[in-house]
Antibody, heavy 121, light 111 residues
Framework: QVQLQESGPGLVKPSQTLSLTCTVS??????????WGWIRQLPGKGLEWIGY???????YYNPSLKSRLTISLDTSKDQFVLRLSSVTAADTALYYC?????????????WGQGILVTVSS | QSALTQPASVSGSPGQSITISCTGT?????????VSWYQHHPGKAPKLIIY???DRPSGVSIRFSGSKSGNTASLTISGLQSEDEADYYC???????????FGTGTKVTVL
């Protein structure tokens, strides 16, 4: 059974870069067949898709975040990383990592438990 | 892209059936059969329970069913059980670069 686990700092200062890691167990991110991505829940609001990456390194980003966003792979550790630069209080959210099957499938079949990130000085 | 609209809360007694609506537009729910539903118990990982409008992943109870009419998708939980008490979110593929739009979430309470 695939499991995903987010890790990273829970507090980030405004204007700094938010960096989160998702560790995948029970499967390899290089085996193909899936996109590995990030979704966040803003306080009091619904979910927002951030973006995802394929094992080839191809990325797909939410246009509203694209200018500040980088998603990368660390294949040696079966991890993928989210970096969001120039953060503000509006980036305070519960961040989830998740897996999306390739092809004509537009859903996320496995998620992590989420990590709360607060942007505050 | 605006969020899909869900009722904030729905409740029912054990054994009853409840339905959660998810209203979008002709650019998302109405345009594609790529609606999915997630069950979320706070503090745990969200769980996929319906994909492609009405398909259930392996291992998901047959008490969960999905449908769609026009711009509105629906999730029905039959034979409501205490463990169904959770938050539920819908999602749809959307035209444009955003790709995914999610619902506002519905809290299900088992009375």
């Amino acid at each position: 059974q695939v499991q995903l686990q987010e890790s990273g700092p829970g507090l980030v200062k405004p204007s700094q870069t938010l960096s989160l890691t998702c560790t995948v167990s029970g499967g390899s991110i290089t085996s193909g067949g899936y996109h590995w991505g990030w979704i966040r829940q803003l306080p009091g609001k619904g979910l927002e898709w951030i973006g995802y990456i394929y094992s080839s390194g191809n990325t797909y980003y939410n246009p509203s975040l694209k200018s500040r966003l980088t998603i990368s792979l660390d294949t040696s550790k079966d991890q993928f990383v989210l970096r969001l630069s120039s953060v503000t209080a509006a980036d305070t959210a519960l961040y989830y990592c998740a897996r999306r099957p390739l092809g004509m499938h537009y859903f996320f079949d496995y998620w992590g438990q989420g990590i709360l990130v607060t942007v505050s000085s | 892209q605006s969020a899909l609209t869900q009722p904030a809360s729905v409740s029912g007694s054990p054994g009853q059936s409840i339905t959660i609506s998810c209203t979008g537009t002709s650019n998302d729910v109405g345009a594609y059969d790529f609606v999915s539903w997630y069950q979320h118990h706070p503090g745990k990982a969200p769980k996929l329970i319906i994909y492609d409008v009405s398909d259930r992943p392996s291992g998901v109870s047959i008490r969960f069913s999905g449908s769609k009419s026009g711009n509105t998708a629906s999730l029905t939980i039959s034979g409501l059980q205490s463990e169904d008490e959770a938050d539920y979110y819908c999602s749809s593929y959307a035209s444009g670069n955003t790709l995914y739009v999610f619902g506002t979430g519905t809290k299900v309470t088992v009375l």
